[in-house]
């Protein structure tokens, strides 16, 4: 019986081989897979693609295999294994892949070596053939073979090298290159491969489902809640995507249910891993009940704790003698943080450590030293509560809708981009909006937060023309902004303690002295106020994505 059938669907959507029609192409894995293939065409020699363990190594190996099968003017070779015992054996084992049927058995290691310089000499001269070694499992490799491998690269023209190779290892094998400066020198391409971020994460799966029915649909078999929950279990790691997503449609077909949600996604990934993160979750609904103890001690209003039940709380770091616990702050849907909250074990705060109990002993200089101190004359003592980090408010503001200013338009000037999902969540805020289509010009529209999981890259500068405290002055802005003026976008954010609706160009820049020129040549009225902003707020709240670009 086909299982998946009971989903609509034609095959597994999930599979863990690293089948070809279920490449998904993500902007770093398709950028790491153009630049090898240029490399490889230009024949620039040793190519090195680091990754951790199911960042989806093995699936570019394929991936290149098969784009450079299908040229007659190339050839591939793999070895899966780099693990040899000698130098002999791995010159054998090379040899015979170029050349199966030459006989090498009582060859030496220096006439094995003469054997593939000719061979190479042969295909990349005579031939003009591009030679491909791709080794998987790098961080197998032998230091001993790392040195073959480098003599391999002195086989060349004038031109370019006869042997291209291509080497996908594990984090651990930048440490063994780091021990090898000569074969270092010699790499053309070393691409670091690093996990999806929760875009491309949503996207790989929509992209497999899509893949295994035969009709697209905007059916969707898991909920947001439930995507952002896989996405932070596997953090982003494809592999581990594809085996909880696969464990949750297995759980879905038993259930007899159509669409996961947040709770399912957790109750397999129980099942799945036994990631770190999983503790801290349990580990943070202790302290939200330490929270909600201390609230109701000092008489906080209960819809006050409501409003904190809307976010998960995930610890990130503790200081312990300032008896501070920084916490990060992720918002959940209403129903399920009501239920966070009923299921949340309750703990007394008199079993609270006391200060002198956790802090270093005053009197011992030594700084190794594990010993406690305590009171000449207990006295009672508080208990120590830790400090949470304020949460974003659920909204960025009220504004008016103005006349043919349509819902998806000012989607468009708030977050930047329009997707069905931010519809999704301006319509659940507004929920007497009946037809988002027919709205009456005057409509005071509440629009959410919806946090974004990014980062400002690196050496990448922006040109802040202003900045509002309310959503509805920065929207004023773009609203009376002139048309043949430089596009502007707004980036709303949460610094921590408010909101912030700073105003930029959409142009954004490399180069922060291109960025100050950049701002002379704006209209006087708008260079006036102008800046080139280069840093925002350390753990900054984003409601838009900052890294947006007007080509992408």
């Known amino acids: 019986m086909d299982y998946f059938s009971i989903l609509n669907l034609n095959k597994e959507p999930f599979s863990n081989s690293p089948d070809p029609e279920y490449f998904f192409q993500s902007q770093q894995h398709l950028s790491c897979l153009q630049k090898l293939e240029l490399s490889i065409r230009l024949r620039r020699g040793l190519n090195v693609v680091i990754g ?12 290149i295999i098969r784009r450079f099968d299908a040229d007659e003017k190339s050839e591939t070779h793999l070895i899966l294994d780099p693990y040899f015992n000698s130098p002999l054996e791995f010159l054998k084992s090379v040899a015979g892949r170029f050349s199966p049927d030459q006989e090498l058995s009582e060859a030496n290691e220096w006439q094995i070596k003469e054997a593939i310089k000719q061979y ?20 197998k490799i032998p230091e001993f073979c790392l040195e073959i491998l480098r003599e391999f690269l002195n086989f060349e023209t004038n031109e370019y090298k006869l042997l291209q190779i291509v080497i996908f290892a594990q984090r651990e094998f930048e440490k063994i290159l780091n021990h090898h400066a000569n074969v270092m020198d010699r790499i053309n391409l070393y691409h670091l491969l690093g996990p999806l971020d929760f875009k491309d994460t949503r996207e790989m799966i929509n992209f497999r489902i899509d893949q295994s029915r035969e009709n697209v649909t905007n059916k969707s078999y898991f909920s947001f809640a439930a995507l ?8 982003g790691y494809p592999r581990r995507i594809v085996n909880l997503c696969h464990k949750i449609m297995l759980t879905m077909i038993i259930q007899n249910r159509t669409r996961a949600g947040y709770f399912l996604v957790r109750s397999c990934a129980r099942r799945e891993f036994s990631s770190p993160v999983l503790k801290w979750h349990r580990i943070a609904l202790a302290v939200f009940a330490v929270i909600l103890t201390a609230s109701i001690a000092i008489g906080l209003a209960p819809e006050k704790m409501m409003s904190l039940a809307r976010w998960e709380i995930k610890p990130v770091k503790s200081d312990v003698k300032k008896n501070v616990v920084h916490i990060e702050i992720n918002e959940v849907p209403g129903r399920e943080a009501e239920q966070m909250i009923a299921s949340a074990p309750m703990l007394n705060l008199q079993e609270l450590p006391r200060k002198e109990e956790i802090l270093p002993n005053p009197g011992n200089n030594d700084a190794g030293s594990t010993e406690t101190a305590t009171a000449p004359d207990p006295q009672p003592v508080e208990p ?13 503001g009220k504004v008016a809708l103005q006349r043919n200013e349509t819902l998806w338009r000012l989607i468009v000037k708030v977050y930047g981009i329009y997707d069905k999902e931010y519809l999704g969540h301006l319509k659940a805020a507004n929920p007497d909006i009946k037809n988002p289509d027919r709205i009456k010009a005057g409509r005071m529209i509440l629009i959410p937060a919806v946090p974004l999981p990014v980062e400002p ?30 596009p502007i ?3 709303p954010f949460w610094d921590g303690e408010k909101l912030n609706f700073p105003i930029v160009l959409r142009e954004i820049f490399s180069d922060k002295a291109v960025a100050t020129e950049r701002i002379s040549l704006l209209p006087e009225d708008i260079s006036g106020a102008a800046v080139v902003l280069s ?4 753990g900054a709240i984003f409601f838009a994505d900052p890294n947006w670009k007007p080509n992408g």
């Open 384 to 396: 120590v509560v830790p400090v949470v980090a304020v949460p974003p408010p659920s909204i960025l």
């Open 228 to 235: 952002w929950a896989i996405y932070r279990i596997t953090a």
């Open 489 to 491: 976008r707004i980036v």
């Open 535 to 538: 840093s925002w707020d350390a």
């Open 120 to 139: 190479l000499f042969k295909k990349g001269v005579d031939e003009q053939k591009t030679v491909v070694l791709i080794i998987d499992e790098g961080q």
């Open 457 to 486: 890259e690196a050496d990448i500068h922006w040109i802040k023309i202003s900045e509002k405290k309310h959503l509805a002055e920065a929207l004023q802005v773009l609203r009376t902004y002139p048309k043949d003026a430089p």
């Open 52 to 63: 951790d363990v199911g960042a989806g190594k093995t699936t570019l190996c394929r991936q």
